[in-house]
């Protein structure tokens, strides 16, 4: 079962992966906007419904906001999730508190009572996925 200690070490885990990945890709490559880095398009030659996500990233960074926005709309989902949760996880864990924990619980209970809701995210998901199939990415 995850802990809210999990969850915070989980959280700030994934948040340094993500910004190492983020800095290497935005200092060390030429054109980070055409790096590949979905594994799973590389094996399959078929994006994922998150391809493109750190080119989104990239493209926020560099404040080219309509681009980042047709290379994945999901950047600007992971860009909220990368400047909040670590904050908040870092907060809890200051002041000796569990919100995130709690935040997380009573989400995970809402989509479990609300299927509907389930359902749409994982519509919009899909959409997302046929999206960058059709564009290529």
């Known amino acids: 079962m995850l802990t809210s200690s999990r969850l915070h070490g989980l959280v ?3 948040a340094a992966a993500s910004y190492g990945l983020l800095a290497w890709l935005y200092f060390n490559t030429p ?3 055409s790096v590949q880095v979905c594994p799973i398009n ?3 030659g078929v994006p994922c419904p998150s391809c493109g996500t750190a080119r989104s990233l990239i493209l926020l960074a560099d404040g080219r906001l309509l681009a980042a926005l047709l290379t994945n709309p999901l950047g600007y989902l992971a860009a909220v ?3 909040i949760f670590p904050v ?3 907060a809890d864990i ?3 508190r569990d919100t995130l924990y709690l935040a997380f619980r009573k989400t995970e209970s809402i989509l479990r009572q ?4 389930a359902v749409l995210l994982i ?5 997302n996925w046929i999206w960058n199939i059709l564009k290529g990415l």
């Open 42 to 44: 590389r094996v399959t």
């Open 88 to 90: 908040w996880s870092l």
């Open 114 to 117: 609300n299927r509907w809701l």
């Open 31 to 33: 054109e980070a906007i």
């Open 123 to 127: 519509i919009l998901i899909l959409a």
């Open 81 to 83: 999730a990368l400047v």
């Open 12 to 14: 700030l885990a994934l």
């Open 94 to 96: 200051v002041r000796k």
